[in-house]
């Protein structure tokens, strides 16, 4: 899958996003090293520290179907800027690998790539 393929997927996941209170949508889609894409949006709650970001999701998804290898994880939103990964979702992707690639994008498409590792530098893990 390329990186425009998999920019795609968020886009659509982006649409389901459930977001009454910031009205800011984010998808997410995560491609393992299998091959597999699980996608994600972001799902918010009245009481905000139970909301959900896009990239938890997706990770979550593809934990609990068994993979833990990660290959690129691309996130959308709905800014003429690129969207990046907040800082806790950089340290559960960092979790699963630092060389993950980190697709961001922006409303139109255009994206820039960088790696978990060049996104969380210093970053705590047990490997």
């Not at 905000?48 to 959308?76: D, H, M, N, P, W």
């Amino acid at each position: 899958m390329t990186d425009s393929q998999l920019v795609q997927e968020a886009m659509k996941a982006k649409e389901y996003a459930y977001v009454p209170y910031s009205h800011f949508p984010v998808g997410a889609a995560l491609l393992t090293r299998s091959g597999r894409v699980f996608t994600g949006c972001n799902v918010e709650n009245a009481s905000y520290r139970l909301t959900i970001c896009a990239e938890q999701t997706a990770v979550s998804k593809a934990v609990s179907a068994g993979e833990r290898e990660f290959a690129a994880i691309a996130v959308v939103c709905d800014t003429d800027d690129y969207c990046s990964p907040c800082g806790a979702c950089r340290q559960l992707i960092a979790e699963f690998g630092l060389n993950t690639r980190v697709i961001m994008a922006n409303k139109a498409g255009d994206y820039r790539v960088r790696t978990i590792r060049e996104l969380l530098p210093g970053s705590f893990t047990l490997k």
